[in-house]
């Protein structure tokens, strides 16, 4: 017998209750949150507890509130919007294998930032234009994709193979506008591979608004949604407007996801994994998943972040590099990659 079978019935029903499971994780998001504040270089951690206290010498004030506090919640938000992205799109093609990263629109919305910058039209100085080419870029992608599926829009399968190609060949017009405009290399590369580095309050600003309003609409659709995920005779026979459904569920997808990239770039697998994570933890009742997918999300990028500038810390002692820096994208594409692998791993030894 297990300790959880010994539990009375009433407060096993309370441990599995979704209140508690989202309190749980919210304790998780804020100890993510505290390591990541703490990690990183420049002040050690007594200089960080001094700083929030009241203390401390300008520099490690600088560092701490106007550096280390913006960039802590910039991960935050841009995780909750790849984490709630993710499920909308997952839900919306009713495919488990639809995410921004292989939907075309993450790669979409990288494209539209790499080329307004080659154009002299948006930087990281500029994050209000980066948000608007990010849009065009992401919508196109996801248009592009809707185009070639075609008629095998409903199998996942294909659809996946179709994002893919879509994913390929956008990647391959952002090295394009690279080539034509090789000076704006150091100023894109953070988009391409995904990164919080330099992220200020003036980010901070122009991404929580956007990221409020386009989450609060994503969650105002959570009905649909759930509909849709049961496909779309059962959700017309419920009286659903299929297409307007799943059109206005697309604009919160590409909307939230252009807003993470134009603050962090490209965070490979978060919108691909994070709502399997949320599913299995929440169930399949998105008005409580989608709040879920959010958390999960902002604990697993400010997660990687906390790890990837410990990592840095490490690197940078062990080479004797202190400008060694290790983005938090190239962690998240190292370790969900490895997660994707055993997942279909396990999956077709199921079979």
Same mark, same amino acid.
């Given at each position: ?25 919210? @304790? $998780? !998001? *804020?100890? &993510? /949150?505290? =390591?990541? %504040?703490?990690?990183?270089?420049? +002040?050690?951690?007594?200089?960080? #507890? ?21 960039? @802590? $919640? !910039? *991960?935050? &938000? /841009?995780? =909750?919007? %790849?984490?709630?992205?993710?499920? +909308?799109?997952?839900?919306?093609? #009713? ?257």
């Amino acid at each position: 017998m297990t300790p959880i079978d010994t539990v009375p019935g009433p407060a096993l029903r309370a441990l599995r209750a979704p209140g508690v499971r989202m309190g749980g994780l919210a @304790l $998780l !998001v *804020a100890a &993510v /949150a505290c =390591a990541d %504040l703490f990690a990183g270089r420049g +002040v050690t951690p007594d200089g960080v #507890r001094a700083v929030l206290l009241g203390g401390g010498d300008p520099t490690a004030d600088h560092i701490v509130l106007q550096l280390r506090l913006p960039r @802590l $919640l !910039v *991960a935050l &938000v /841009a995780g =909750a919007c %790849l984490g709630v992205a993710g499920l +909308v799109l997952q839900s919306a093609l #009713r495919n488990p294998l639809a995410g921004p990263e292989v939907t075309g629109v993450t790669p979409g919305a990288v494209l539209g930032a790499v080329a307004a910058t080659g154009l002299g039209l948006a930087g990281w100085e500029s994050p209000t234009a980066v948000v608007v080419a990010s849009c065009l870029g992401g919508f196109a992608g996801a248009g592009l994709l809707w185009l070639l599926a075609g008629r095998d829009r409903g199998d996942p399968e294909q659809t996946a193979v179709y994002g893919v190609l879509v994913s390929a060949v956008l990647a391959g017009l952002t090295a394009v506008v690279l080539l034509v405009a090789p000076g704006e290399l150091g100023s894109v590369v953070q988009w391409l591979i995904g990164s919080t580095e330099g992220r200020v309050w003036q980010h901070w600003n122009l991404l929580w608004p956007w990221a409020a309003f386009w989450g609060a609409a994503a969650w105002l659709l959570a009905g649909p949604l759930t509909l849709l995920r049961c496909g779309d005779e059962q959700a017309s026979a419920a009286g659903l407007a299929t297409g307007r459904g799943r059109g206005a569920a697309l604009v919160c997808a590409v909307a939230l996801t252009a807003g993470a990239v134009s603050a962090v770039g490209a965070l490979g697998f978060v919108g691909l994994l994070v709502p399997h994570l949320a599913l299995a933890v929440f169930g399949a009742d998105l008005r409580i998943t989608l709040p879920g997918a959010a958390l999960l999300g902002a604990a697993v990028v400010c997660g990687a972040d906390a790890a990837a500038q410990l990592l840095s810390r490490l690197l940078a002692t062990g080479l004797d590099a202190d400008r060694l820096t290790l983005p938090v994208g190239a962690l998240t594409t190292f370790v969900g990659a490895g997660l994707l692998m055993v997942v279909a791993r396990r999956r077709a030894d199921e079979r």
